[in-house]
């Protein structure tokens, strides 16, 4: 597999920043998340180091090895769309077939047919090897894309939502097939995702996109628990971090505005006095929708809590994280 690394790289579509300056190594055998909202650049990154698309400045490297003017068939890189694209007139197993069958890998057919037959087990698709591609559902079709890319031995797989049009179940057990092929294969892949979930049990890093610029770059406990910012806290944990003025408890540290508390930061049963507006019951916890002086958030309890709508409750801030007036981590 390769090293993926991106120096200073600058794209711009019209008027639209899409990639801002961004500099930023994929290290070989990482399976990197990028986050961020719907114009962030997470795309527009994929299609640049898949060679899609040609930055405006700066400059990527696979494997050390410079790509500027490349294809993408000669960059060796193996891409899944949001929008899964098969060819229609094909089965699924002709569609699994296809990139083995390149003049350039030349794959021999015991190759071909042992690839297909491991794919389609993990992706649960062996029984619909020869449906034609318009005979299945969605998410099927979603599955064999992703097919057609754990078919091959790309030096890079690049990966846009691949499981964003799945049902909950096989998605929860996709990512768990994904996160296992790329451990055990030692795969380099660069993955994008709104899920928090699979940012937070797939990636080895993840990468934090704002308005085309790299906010923040590290493994995903590390964003977790220190970000830089209120956007980069913002972008992982459920429920969201709750953030409120920073002198809501007493003291706080010179410069600062806010105060973000994790569920975990909220220490209950001494403190300042909150009143309930809902107790939502999910099974494996229970969340507490309060009200602080006039301001909501949002804290978890036992899922076998006893309290309810009418009851009183007392937090105080634990190890909290403190931002200034332009939502940047105060130290």
Do not use: W
């Not at 960059?75 to 769309?81: E, G, L, Q, S």
């Amino acid at each position: 597999m390769a090293e993926v690394t991106l120096k200073n790289v600058s794209k711009r579509f019209g008027t639209d920043v899409a990639l801002d300056d961004v500099t930023m190594t994929v290290p070989d055998g990482s399976f990197v998340v990028l986050l961020g909202p719907t114009g962030a650049g997470k795309t527009t990154t994929l299609r640049m180091v898949s060679g899609l698309d040609a930055p405006d400045a700066g400059a990527i490297t696979i494997g050390g090895h410079p790509m500027a003017g490349l294809t993408p068939a000669q960059r060796n890189v193996a891409m899944v769309f949001q929008q899964y694209s098969l060819y229609p007139h094909l089965t699924v197993r002709e569609n699994l077939e296809f990139p083995l069958k390149s003049p350039i890998l030349k794959t021999p057919k015991a190759e071909i047919n042992r690839k297909v037959g491991e794919v389609a087990e993990v992706l649960q698709i062996s029984h619909k090897l020869d449906n034609k591609a318009t005979a299945l559902s969605g998410g099927e079709m979603q599955r064999v894309s992703i097919g057609r890319a754990l078919v091959r031995n790309p030096a890079v797989y690049l990966m846009d939502e691949p499981l964003s049009s799945l049902d909950a179940k096989l998605r929860s057990d996709l990512r768990i097939e994904l996160k296992s092929i790329q451990a055990n294969s030692g795969a380099t892949l660069l993955y994008v995702t709104h899920d928090q979930i699979e940012a937070m049990t797939m990636a080895t890093h993840v990468g934090v996109l704002d308005k085309g610029k790299l906010v923040q770059f590290g493994p995903p406990r590390a964003v977790y628990e220190d970000p830089v910012s209120i956007y980069a806290a913002s972008r992982l944990g459920q429920p969201r971090i709750n953030i409120l003025p920073a002198d809501l408890f007493g003291a706080v540290p010179a410069g600062a505005v806010s105060i973000g508390l994790r569920p975990e930061q909220i220490a209950q049963g001494d403190g300042q006095e909150c009143r309930f507006t809902r107790v939502e019951h999910l099974g494996d916890q229970t969340r507490l929708h309060l009200t602080l002086k006039g301001h909501n958030l949002i804290t978890v309890t036992d899922a076998h809590t006893a309290l309810t709508n009418d009851s009183i409750l007392k937090i105080q801030p634990q190890d909290p994280l403190y931002f200034d007036a332009n939502g940047i981590r105060v130290r």
